[in-house]
């Protein structure tokens, strides 16, 4: 398995700024990935982290709106930018580690509240 | 396109009692179904997971199975606690990109004293 942890646990932010979300993960892992959940409903793929290389983003995400990086194997931060209150979820990052039958493993979240 | 449909969206049951949580997919080609449990305020924790050619797996209290003919699954939960109060969220991965998860929108069970 593999223990993964953010900071912060929770913000309140306003209008118009950005925030800096932390992942690290407690070993070297193939792959990382940022999520979004919405109050009362699943995880929604925000964009694949990759290792020295620009973030691979889903339809409807943008980088300017959610830069990410990835500096090594075991770390990643997302960042969302000019927030709105539109913004306020909970984020969440996910790690895969390939061999065997993959699973994926969920960090505990990040809730952001926009005013 | 691939869908992920889990029912009932929500469940109350008593303490002890047992519950079949059912999630039913369209995705093509199938590689593999996870269930997980997601306690309020934390991330997903893996429950079971299962390829195509297995159709039961157990992890303590919770039984998954697998009908891959019917696209269908279901989680059983033997002997409910208190703490098995949860959001339960059956996961599908394809064959052509194992790590992108199409997710079920959960089912959210509540388990009274």
């Known amino acids: 398995s593999a223990v993964i942890s953010q900071k912060p646990s929770r913000d309140i932010c306003q209008r118009g700024t950005s925030l800096t979300i932390q992942c690290q993960v407690d070993?070297?892992?193939?792959?990382m990935f940022w999520y979004r959940q919405q109050p009362g409903q699943s995880l929604t793929l925000i964009a694949t982290?990759?290792?020295?290389?620009?973030?691979?983003?889903e339809s409807g995400f943008v980088i300017d709106k959610f830069p990410i990086s990835r500096p090594n194997l075991t770390f990643s931060t997302l960042t969302v930018s000019n927030m709105s209150p539109e913004d306020s979820s909970i984020y969440l990052c996910?790690?895969?580690?390939?061999?065997?039958?993959?699973?994926?493993?969920f960090g505990p979240g990040t809730r952001l509240t926009v005013l | 396109k691939n869908q992920v449909e889990q029912s009932p969206q929500s469940l109350i049951i008593l303490e002890g009692k047992n519950c079949t949580l059912q999630?039913?997919?369209?995705?093509?080609?199938?590689?593999?179904l996870r269930w997980y449990k997601q306690d309020t305020g934390r991330g997903p924790v893996s429950l079971t997971i299962?390829?195509?050619?297995?159709n039961t797996k157990s992890n303590g209290r919770y039984t998954a199975t697998l009908d891959a003919d019917t696209k269908q699954s279901s989680l059983h939960i033997t002997a409910s606690q208190l703490s098995d109060s949860a959001s339960y969220i059956c996961v599908v991965s394809a064959m052509d990109s194992s790590y992108k998860l199409i997710f079920g929108s959960g089912t959210r069970l509540l388990v009274r004293p």
């Open positions: 982290a990759n290792q020295g290389s620009e973030a691979t983003y």
């Open positions: 070993s070297q892992v193939t792959m």
């Open positions: 999630c039913n997919y369209t995705v093509s080609p199938f590689s593999n």
């Open positions: 299962m390829t195509f050619s297995e």
């Open positions: 996910g790690c895969l580690r390939f061999g065997g039958v993959d699973t994926q493993y």
